[in-house]
């Protein structure tokens, strides 16, 4: 596709279940991000990767979050026994090699953790 | 985690004036950039700046590096309805790879 596209749009999970967010990240780009948005808040850094490498995971907030991109293209994230805490928007972002901080930006999956 | 100081939190302003927005960081980074999303969206980069001291245009937007690598702002000439938004910047230290946002300016745009 054209953009940046992730799966689900809106997702509602009760508290402890798992979830899983995926992204399609722009064909050809080498660089993967993802991103927490809380409510009215600006983007938080989660993790990074290059490829299919997780160059920088430093933003997890706990080890209930796993990230992977198995094949360097479409990633993962995944968010076991989600807490109310849980609750935002999950951005990711993709970017060509070289390409510096310019990523483009997904419309975000919005998780409601109830 | 770490966020820039941004400001003002949120702008009404009338069709036609101008606007400016300003980020401040207690860190130094190599990038700026400028961010508007949309409600339901993912932020969209409006401009990067990665001198110290530029200044930088897009269409109806300015915005500036500032001299200390420390802050930024952002300008909006003549606002029109479709400006209504929230504004996001964002610093880029080249180190760590990620971004660091602030935490926004919601612009309301009055007929």
């Known amino acids: 596709g054209a953009g940046v596209s992730q799966s689900p749009r809106y997702k509602v999970a009760k508290r402890g279940q798992d979830v899983a967010l995926r992204c399609d990240p722009i064909?050809?780009?080498?660089?993967l991000f993802w991103y927490q948005q809380a409510l009215g808040q600006g983007p938080e850094f989660l993790t990074y990767f290059q490829n299919e490498a997780q160059l920088d995971k430093s933003g997890l907030p706990s080890d209930r979050f796993f990230a992977e991109r198995p094949e360097g293209s479409v990633s993962t994230l995944k968010i076991q026994r989600t807490q109310q805490e849980d609750s935002a928007v999950y951005l990711c972002?993709?970017?060509?090699?070289?390409?510096?901080?310019?990523?483009?930006f997904g419309q975000g999956t919005r998780l409601t953790v109830v | 985690g770490q966020q820039l100081n941004q400001s003002p939190q949120s702008m009404f302003i009338q069709e036609g004036e101008d606007v400016s927005m300003n980020c401040t960081s207690s860190?130094?980074?190599?990038?700026w950039l400028w961010y508007k999303q949309d409600p339901g969206e993912g932020p969209v980069l409006l401009i990067a700046?990665?001198?110290?001291?530029e200044l930088t245009s897009n269409g109806r937007l300015t915005a500036q590096f500032g001299i200390t690598r420390k802050d930024s702002f952002l300008n909006i000439s003549a606002s029109i309805p479709s400006d209504v938004g929230i504004y996001f910047c964002?610093?880029?230290?080249?180190?760590?790879?990620?971004?660091?946002f602030g935490s926004g300016t919601q612009l309301t745009v009055l007929p």
């Open positions: 972002a993709s970017s060509f090699a070289g390409s510096g901080p310019t990523a483009f």
């Open positions: 700046l990665y001198k110290a001291g």
């Open positions: 964002a610093g880029y230290s080249g180190s760590a790879r990620q971004l660091t």
């Open positions: 860190s130094i980074f190599n990038t």
């Open positions: 064909s050809g780009h080498v660089s």
